[in-house]
Structures are given as structure tokens and as C-alpha cells.
């Protein structure tokens, strides 16, 4: 099981951090990634990290703003977001995959989603 937390209001400008606990399984050899959705739009990829090796990728529309991290100690995963926009509002989800992809249903652990708001 996968849980979201973090999320908030935030003025632009600002900085929050999302985690995403995991449960009940380690993932090694595993992908995990942060999506987000806005209203009345579809479910975006943001970042996603190897378990194993760390290697991450992101979305253009957030590189050099985010950084996604994992702890493997804690079974945790990170988004750190500096320099909010109001169009970075949105859902976020955590996921997890067997798959290093960036497409939704290539990952079949979801977590249950954390709220972000950015005011401007």
C-alpha cells in the first residue's frame, strides 16, 4: 500500500514536500513516480525515481523546480517543490510500477492522493 501526505496550501513562490509511505512490500527492482491531476484534466507525470539505482526523470514542466527522492530505510519516497506556480495545483499520486515509465497505467500501486494549492 502506497499513502500520500503533504500537500497544502502554498503561496507562489513557496516550497512544500510530499512523502509517500509504502507498506506491506519493499520495491526493489521497482519504479515509483509522482503524477498529478487537475480539475478536468488528465493525470499527468511529474518525476519518478528507481528504486534500486535512484535514477530519476521529470516532467519539463517542473525540472529544476522539483526533486524526487527515496529513502529506502524508511520505504519512503519524496517530492521536494520549490518555486510554486498556480498551475502546479493538482492532485498529487504516488505510484509504483515494475515498469521505469511514465504512463499511468503502467503503474499499479496507487496512493490515495494528496491535495496541492498554489495561490498566486
Known amino acids: 500500500q502506497l499513502q500520500a501526505y503533504g500537500g497544502g496550501l502554498v503561496q507562489a513562490g513557496g516550497s512544500l514536500r510530499l512523502s509517500c509511505a509504502a507498506s506491506?512490500?519493499?520495491?526493489?527492482?521497482?519504479?515509483m513516480a509522482w503524477f498529478r491531476q487537475a480539475p478536468e484534466k488528465e493525470r499527468e507525470f511529474v518525476a519518478r525515481i528507481t528504486w534500486n539505482f535512484g535514477t530519476t526523470l521529470y516532467a519539463d514542466s517542473v525540472k529544476g523546480r522539483f526533486t524526487i527522492s527515496r529513502d529506502s530505510a524508511k520505504n519512503t519516497m519524496y517530492l521536494q517543490m520549490n518555486s510554486l506556480k498556480p498551475e502546479d495545483t493538482a492532485v498529487y499520486y504516488c505510484?509504483?510500477?515494475?515498469?521505469?515509465?511514465?504512463?499511468?497505467?503502467?503503474?499499479?500501486?496507487w496512493g490515495q492522493g494528496t491535495q496541492l494549492t498554489v495561490s498566486s
Open positions: 505510484a509504483a510500477g515494475p515498469r521505469a515509465s511514465t504512463v499511468p497505467r503502467d503503474f499499479g500501486s
Open positions: 506491506g512490500r519493499t520495491f526493489t527492482n521497482w519504479a
